[in-house]
C-alpha cells in the first residue's frame, strides 16, 4: 500500500473561524472611522479582514484621507489604541462561537490531537477571548505580538507547528480570510477554507467547506491522506 500523509494537528484560525468576533470588529471600525469624519466602505473592510490591527488602521487611513484623520485630533498610534480598547470592551461582552467551531474544536482534542491557535489578533484581546474558547483547548497559542512576520507570511503557522514539535504539512489549517490562508500555504499546510465575512471560493490549492457543521476528525484525516507526499 502507497504511503500516506497522516494528519498530526490541527490549526485554528480565531476571528471569523472559531468565534463570531468579525463582526465585532466591523462595529467598532464603523465607530472609529465615524471619529476620524469618514466612512468604513464595505470593499475596504473587506480588505481588512485577517489583518493586524495596524494593518487595518493603515487601510482606514488611506481610505478616508490622511488630512481627515489629522483634523480629527486621533493619529494612526492614537486610532490603533482607541480600536483595540473598543473591541476589548465588545469582546468582554460576550462572544458566539461560529457554526459547528466548538464541536469541531471538542471533537478533535478528544481524539488526542494536538491543536494550536493562530491569529494575528494582538494578545490582550486574544487574552479576552479565552474566557470563550478556553485556553485549556490549545497546546500552542501564537498572536500578532509573537511574530515578527504576520500574515501572509509563513511565520505565524510555521511557530504554531514549531511549538506543537510537527511539521506543517502534517496539519491543518483552518481558515476564513484571504490573508490567513495565504500564511497556511505558504507555511506548507494543508488549508480547510471556511468562510465568514468574504469570499473564499476563489482561491485554488485549498479544500472548500460551507461551515465546520460540514466537517469531523475524519474529514480532516482524509484530506491529508489525499494530499502527495
Known amino acids: 500500500m502507497t504511503d500516506q500523509r497522516r494528519l498530526a ?33 464595505p470593499a475596504v473592510r473587506a480588505s481588512m479582514v485577517g489583518t493586524t490591527t495596524p494593518e487595518a488602521i493603515a ?22 489604541t482607541w480600536l483595540e480598547d473598543r473591541v476589548g470592551v465588545l469582546f468582554a461582552e460576550g462572544l458566539t462561537w461560529r457554526p459547528g467551531a466548538r464541536e469541531l474544536l ?63 504539512r502534517d496539519c491543518v489549517a483552518i481558515e476564513d480570510s484571504p490573508t490567513g490562508i495565504a500564511s497556511a500555504l505558504a507555511a506548507g499546510c494543508v488549508v480547510v477554507a471556511v468562510p465568514a465575512e468574504v469570499e473564499l471560493s476563489h482561491i485554488d490549492g485549498v479544500t472548500h467547506v460551507r461551515s465546520l457543521t460540514d466537517v469531523d476528525v475524519g474529514f480532516l484525516a482524509a484530506t491529508v491522506a489525499a494530499q502527495p507526499i
Open 59 to 80: 487601510m482606514l487611513v488611506t481610505a478616508i484621507g490622511p488630512e481627515v484623520i489629522a483634523a480629527s485630533g486621533f493619529d494612526p498610534e492614537a486610532a490603533a
Open 9 to 41: 494537528a490541527v490549526l485554528f484560525d480565531m476571528d471569523g473561524t472559531l468565534v463570531d468576533s468579525e463582526k465585532l470588529w466591523q462595529q467598532a471600525l464603523e465607530e472609529l472611522a465615524d471619529r476620524l469624519g469618514g466612512d468604513l466602505a
Open 106 to 168: 471538542g471533537a478533535v482534542r478528544a481524539a488526542g490531537l494536538p491543536t494550536a491557535l493562530v491569529t494575528a489578533t494582538a494578545k490582550d484581546l486574544v487574552d479576552i477571548m479565552m474566557g470563550t474558547i478556553g485556553r485549556d483547548n490549545f497546546d500552542s497559542i501564537v498572536t500578532d505580538d509573537d511574530v515578527v512576520d504576520g500574515t501572509p507570511h509563513a511565520e505565524p503557522y510555521e511557530s504554531a507547528a514549531a511549538a506543537i514539535g510537527v511539521s506543517p
